[in-house]
C-alpha cells in the first residue's frame, strides 16, 4: 500500500488524477470494499463545512441530490475533522451517523474506517476504507490506515497547493490587466472635496457603513459623485489593501454582462477562445462597484441576488461552484423602488440592495460645495498642463454658484478643464460664461439639452480659440513662437486637443 501510495504521488500533478489514481492503487490491496476521500473547506464566514471538488474514490456514484454541505452529526468525515482521531463504523453495532448506516446497509456495506487527511500545515478532510465484509481489525490495522492516511495528505497537500497557485496566479494575472486598463483610462478619483451640510452628512453615514461588510446603495444624478463616494467606502474598509473593481452594467451588452460579472470557461459560447474571470472573482476579498445597477436584465437578477446572498456562483459553462467573498457597493441615478413597482427589477435583490442607501444629493441642492470644487479643479488641470492660474475673478465664481448645473460636479469639472486652457498663463480663470444656460431655463425635466447645448459651445470656443492660435504660429506648434506657447498650454496637450477635435495642417489636407 505504501509504495501505491509512493507511486501515485510521483506519477500525478493534478489533484483529480492522483486520487483517482490513489483509489484504484489503494483499493486493490481491499480484496471487497473501496477507497473513498472527501476533501473539505472551512468557510470561515459561514463557519460551514463544504466538500471540495473533485470528491474522489472508488466509492459508488453519489445521488444527485447528495448535498454539498455536511450536518456535521451526521458525517463521520466532518467527525473525523474535528476530533482528528480515526473512526472506525461497524455497521451491525449501533451508533451514530444513522442516514449512512441505512445507505451503506442498502449497499452491503459491512464496516469502514475513516482516518484524517491531515499534515502538520493542515486539516484537509478524511479518507475512508470502506468493507463488504465484516472485518474486525487486527492490532495495528488503524495505525497503518492513520499511516497511510499522513502519507495521502502529503501528496494531495501538494496537488492542492499547485491548484491553488495556478487560480491565485490566473487571479493576478486577470487583476493586473483590470488595473492597467483603470491606469489607462485616468481615472482621477480621490478626495471627496465639499463641506455642506449636506454632502457632510453622506460623509458621516459613508463613515459609519464602510467597516462593515454591508452592502452600500449609492443613489444620486448622473455625475454627483457616486464612484467617489464608492471608492471612499472601500478605501476606509479593511479591505482597502485589496483591489476595488468596477462594472458599470449599463456599459456592457446585455449578452455580455452575466460573462462579465461571472467569468467563462474555454468554449462556453462562440468566441470565447479561453477562460475569463469575471469582476466578482477578481474582487475576490475586496470591493466589486456595481455602476447602474438598475440596468441589470431580469434573467441575470437571481444570479445577483444568489452571490449576494451565498457569496458563490458559477462560471458559464462551468458546473463548479466558486465561492468568493465580496463586498458589493451598487450604485443608480435611477428610481429603484419604482423600477420595483413596474416589475422591473426583483424586489428581493431591491431589499438585499438596499440595506445601507446613501444618497447623494445634486450640486445644485449644495452651492456651497461649488467655491471649494472650482479651486480643487482649477489646481488639478493647472497642475496636469503644466500652467499656472493667477486668479478668479469673484463675478465669476459667483455666477458658476448660480447656475444650476443639471450635469452636477462632473460638468462643473469639464468647464474647469476647458477654462483652464483657455485661460492665458498667470493670469485669471477665464470662464466662458456665456456658454453657461442661465439656472431659469433648466429644470429637470430638460436636463439633458443644457448639458449638451453647454459642452457644444464650449467646445467651439476653444476650437475657435486652438485654430486662432494656429493660423498665427502658421501652424508651427512647439518652440517659444508656437501655438503651444501663446496658449500657454504644453506641446503633448495641444496636439492631443488638436488629435481629438481632428484638427489637420491645411496643406496636409483637409482642415477639420
Ligand atoms: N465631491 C467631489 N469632490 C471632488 N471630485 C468630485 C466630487 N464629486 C464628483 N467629483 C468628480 O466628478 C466626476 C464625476 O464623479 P463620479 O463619476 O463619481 O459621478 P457618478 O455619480 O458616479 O456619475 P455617473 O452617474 O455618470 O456614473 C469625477 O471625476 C469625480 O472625481
Known amino acids: 500500500m505504501l509504495l501505491a501510495v509512493a507511486q501515485a504521488v510521483a506519477a500525478h500533478t493534478d489533484l483529480g488524477a492522483l486520487l483517482r489514481d490513489l483509489a484504484a492503487a489503494l483499493g486493490a490491496h481491499l480484496p471487497r470494499g473501496y477507497l473513498s476521500f472527501a476533501l473539505l473547506e472551512l468557510h470561515s464566514h459561514a463557519g460551514k463545512l463544504q466538500f471540495l471538488e473533485p470528491l474522489g474514490g472508488a466509492a459508488p456514484p453519489k445521488p444527485a441530490d447528495t448535498p454539498t454541505e455536511l450536518p456535521a452529526a451526521e ?9 482528528q482521531e480515526p473512526f472506525w463504523l461497524d455497521i451491525n453495532a449501533n451508533g451514530r451517523f444513522r442516514m449512512l448506516r441505512a445507505a451503506f446497509a442498502k449497499q452491503g456495506v459491512q464496516c469502514a474506517c475513516f482516518v484524517p487527511l491531515t499534515t502538520p500545515r493542515r486539516k484537509l478532510g478524511a479518507m475512508g476504507f470502506t468493507s463488504y465484509l465484516p472485518v474486525t481489525p ?7 490506515a492513520v499511516q497511510v492516511g499522513r502519507l495521502v495528505a502529503l501528496a494531495v497537500e501538494g496537488a492542492l497547493t499547485r491548484q491553488e497557485l495556478e487560480r491565485a496566479n490566473a487571479r493576478l494575472a486577470a487583476e493586473k490587466l483590470y488595473l492597467e486598463e483603470e491606469i489607462r483610462t485616468d481615472r482621477r478619483m480621490g478626495e471627496v472635496v465639499g463641506a455642506s451640510p449636506a454632502l457632510h452628512v453622506v460623509l458621516q453615514q459613508v463613515g459609519v ?8 446603495l449609492i443613489t444620486g444624478e448622473t455625475g454627483t459623485g457616486k464612484e467617489l463616494i464608492a471608492r471612499a467606502v472601500h478605501r476606509l474598509s479593511e479591505r482597502r489593501d485589496r483591489t476595488f473593481v468596477k462594472l458599470n452594467c449599463a456599459a456592457i451588452p446585455t449578452g455580455l454582462l452575466e460573462s462579465e460579472l461571472f467569468g467563462h470557461e474555454k468554449g462556453a459560447f462562440t468566441g470565447a477562445v479561453e477562460r475569463r474571470l469575471g469582476r466578482f472573482e477578481l474582487a475576490d476579498g475586496g470591493t466589486l462597484f456595481l ?19 451565498e457569496q458563490e456562483f458559477e462560471r458559464l459553462g462551468s458546473a463548479k461552484t466558486i465561492k468568493v467573498n465580496v463586498r458589493l457597493v451598487a450604485a443608480t441615478h435611477r428610481n429603484l423602488a419604482k423600477l420595483v413597482a413596474e416589475g422591473k427589477f426583483r424586489s428581493d435583490l431591491y431589499y438585499r440592495l438596499h440595506v445601507f442607501p446613501v444618497h447623494l444629493p445634486a450640486l445644485r441642492e449644495r452651492h456651497e460645495d461649488i467655491p471649494e470644487l472650482v479651486r480643487h479643479f482649477v489646481a488639478l488641470f493647472a497642475q496636469r498642463f503644466g500652467k499656472k ?3 478668479i475673478p469673484p463675478e465669476t465664481m459667483a455666477a458658476l454658484e448660480r447656475y444650476s448645473w443639471p450635469g452636477n460636479v462632473r460638468e462643473l469639472e469639464h468647464l474647469v478643464e476647458r477654462a483652464v486652457i483657455l485661460s492665458i498663463p498667470g493670469g485669471e480663470l477665464r470662464v466662458p460664461l456665456n456658454d453657461l444656460i442661465s439656472p431659469e431655463s433648466t429644470d429637470e425635466s430638460t436636463s439633458e439639452v443644457p448639458v449638451l447645448a453647454t459642452r457644444a459651445t464650449l467646445l467651439e470656443s476653444e476650437r475657435e480659440l486652438i485654430r486662432r492660435a494656429l493660423d ?10 508656437g501655438a503651444a506657447a501663446r496658449l500657454g498650454l504644453k506641446r503633448t496637450t495641444l496636439l492631443s486637443r488638436m488629435k481629438k477635435m481632428g484638427f489637420t495642417r491645411p496643406d496636409r489636407g483637409s482642415v477639420e
Open 138 to 144: 487486527a492490532p495495528g490495522d488503524i495505525d497503518f
Open 209 to 216: 457603513v464602510a467597516p462593515t461588510d454591508s452592502a452600500v
Open 389 to 391: 492660474i493667477g486668479t
Open 75 to 83: 458525517s463521520p468525515t466532518a467527525h473525523v475533522w474535528d476530533t
Open 472 to 481: 498665427e504660429c502658421e501652424w508651427i506648434i512647439g518652440g517659444p513662437s
Open 291 to 309: 455602476d447602474e445597477v438598475g440596468d441589470i436584465p431580469p434573467e441575470l437578477q437571481p444570479k445577483l441576488l444568489r452571490v449576494l446572498q
